[in-house]
């Protein structure tokens, strides 16, 4: 197992672990975007799939351990880990690899709760029972996204959430509902973006002139910097298109890192203007995870 790469902003070291690849429909990550525009970055398989990643930034300042998303996890039935082509136990190993346990993490970030996002908050034990995989931390969501997780009459998000009892029923107690942003430890704050989802946030991390942004589902992958690439699954997409060009163009301006929830190749980035175009500069490639990419069994 490769120790994760890393960045300084600041005083903070930004570690990139990662729940490891998966594959996901191509037209659903793309929306109205043509195959034909999409499919040179992402090459589809034939089942329409492009290779996809599932970054988790954690937070380090010398005290706290603050993890932003945790990926899909191990509670996938065999069914959908072949659709997802999804293996399991990455992210403990990316934590292991950095000397770290789950029991180490303080805090988790959730930027919305789909179950590439929250899935990881449990662990299927062998018996099929379920125990939480970060067992100290508190995890900070919106209130409204909670909500809407927990109960809603409509049939589209209802579909969004339906993993959700399971990981409500072993973790509820350790979830605090948010309403507007956060700072959860000094210099690290919660963002409500919307967009993606109505109450999806974003975590920032901040010392003096020094900034790195996760940007989750605004931007999943490198090509949806691009202002009209945006996911199928937004539920305002003019939303997520004013608040990531806010974002982006700050970063260009000010030299911020930015991170994206799925991309395949790059794990954070700075953002460089090219004429007019938002482009990525500096950046840290998502280089080989495990031997042969294979998910592993455990
Ligand atoms: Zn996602």
Redesign the pocket.
């Known amino acids: 197992m490769q120790e994760p790469p890393k960045i300084q902003v600041g005083s903070f070291t930004i570690a990139f672990l990662t729940d490891g690849l998966w594959r996901n429909d191509g037209g659903c990550m793309f929306g109205v975007v043509p195959r034909e525009l999409w499919k040179r970055e992402h090459p589809p398989d034939d089942l329409n799939r492009i290779r996809l990643n599932l970054t988790c930034p954690l937070i380090l300042n010398g005290r706290d351990a603050i993890l932003v998303d945790t990926g899909i996890g191990n509670r996938l039935s065999a069914v959908e880990r072949k659709i997802f082509d999804h293996g399991e136990g990455w992210l403990p190993d990316h934590l292991r690899a950095l000397g770290m346990e789950p029991g180490d993490v303080t805090h988790v970030i959730l930027s919305h709760l789909?179950f590439?996002?929250c899935g990881g908050l449990v662990r299927r034990r062998e018996s099929g029972t379920f125990e939480p995989a970060f067992p100290r931390a508190r995890l900070f969501i919106q209130r409204g996204e909670l909500e809407t997780a927990r109960d809603t009459r409509n049939e589209r998000l209802r579909a969004a959430y339906r993993h959700m009892q399971e990981i409500l029923a072993t973790v509820e107690g350790s979830f605090e509902a948010v309403e507007g942003d956060l700072e959860v430890v000094a210099g690290v704050t919660a963002v409500v973006t919307g967009g993606h989802t109505y109450d999806h946030q974003v975590a920032i991390v901040r010392d003096g002139r020094h900034c790195f942004v996760h940007l989750a589902?605004i931007v999943?992958t490198r090509s949806h910097m691009r202002g009209p690439w945006n996911q199928a699954y937004d539920l305002d997409a003019l939303r997520t298109m004013e608040q990531k060009a806010a974002y982006l163009q700050r970063a260009a301006q000010k030299g911020w890192w930015v991170s994206f929830?799925?991309d395949d190749q790059v794990f954070t980035a700075k953002v460089a203007n090219d004429r007019g175009r938002l482009v990525l500069g500096e950046s840290v490639a998502v280089g080989p995870m495990r031997s042969q990419d294979a998910p592993r069994q455990r």
């Open positions: 789909h590439d996002h589902d999943p929830a799925h």
